[in-house]
């Protein structure tokens, strides 16, 4: 595994997905352990997609899931898609069903969008209601989540602020309903600001489809996409990679500055 620097972010570039997956669950361990020690818990909202499995399938393991008094940890999703929780397209559900249920997190940790396939609208206001009573905000306040867990589709888009969406646009909402129009869906979404006030946002990225936007994201000046906007205010910014999403940004030679 390589570790390298890009525009103020940590860069890990691992030699499989497999690697990827354990340097991820060490420091969701760490950052963890250290927000409970702190504080006395830990938020963290989880990302949609298919990358996250392997988060999962490691922290649920028996190497990993002793490590962490999971008792004290809260769990959030970044983005929703607008259907039941027990549909298979859920992310919030998949977390459920292939990670949390494994670990014995108490019921009232878990903070999954309520009926966000009824009225998008009216759960992200509700889910956004949610989570300024768990962080006890003010008006205008942001929450502060110890981590937020991110992944990077083919078209630079993160949790669902894809490209000429509205949502890119939010800066006093902690959360949105979003129009996709390329995929003519709606889907609930944290804001740029909601991500950017967190202790710790950790992207894993993996697959050679996105190895030419990976590394325009990483070393380039000009901002085409929206992962672009996540930049935390005061918090860590690091992104684990496979080698064959970071191909181009290793060739590039950005890296070794």
């Given at each position: ?66 490590q ?18 027990n549909d298979?397209?859920s ?63 083919p ?16 800066k ?26 967190a202790?710790?946002?950790?992207f ?35 992104w ?18």
């Open positions: 595994m390589k570790t390298l620097v890009a525009q103020r972010a940590q860069v890990k570039v691992c030699d499989n997905h497999v690697e990827m997956a354990t340097e991820a669950s060490k420091e969701v361990i760490r950052i963890t352990n250290g927000a409970i020690s702190s504080r006395g818990k830990c938020a963290i909202a989880l990302s949609g997609g298919t990358t996250p499995q392997l988060l999962y399938d490691k922290l649920g393991s028996k190497a990993f899931s002793g962490v008094n999971w008792g004290a940890v809260h769990f959030f999703v970044s983005d929703e898609r607008c259907v039941p929780l298979k397209d992310n919030f559900g998949n977390a459920q069903r292939e990670f949390l249920s494994k670990i014995g997190v108490p019921a009232e940790n878990l903070h999954p969008v309520k009926n966000p396939d009824k009225a998008p609208a009216k759960a992200a206001l509700a889910y956004e209601k949610e989570i300024k009573e768990f962080f006890q905000l003010t008006d205008g306040e942001f929450p502060k989540f110890d981590l937020i867990l991110l992944g990077m589709g078209d630079g888009h993160c949790a669902s602020l894809f490209p000429n969406t509205k949502a890119l646009e939010e006093q909402r902690i959360c949105v309903e979003n129009l996709v129009e390329k995929l003519q869906v709606t889907r609930i979404t944290f804001s740029i600001p909601t991500i950017n006030h202790r710790n946002v950790m894993m990225v993996q697959g050679p489809e996105k190895s030419k936007v990976l590394k325009e994201v990483l070393v380039g000046d000009t901002v085409l996409y929206p992962v672009q906007h996540i930049m935390p205010e005061a918090g860590n910014l690091q684990l990679l496979d080698k064959k999403a970071a191909s181009d940004f290793l060739k590039s030679g950005a890296g070794s500055r």
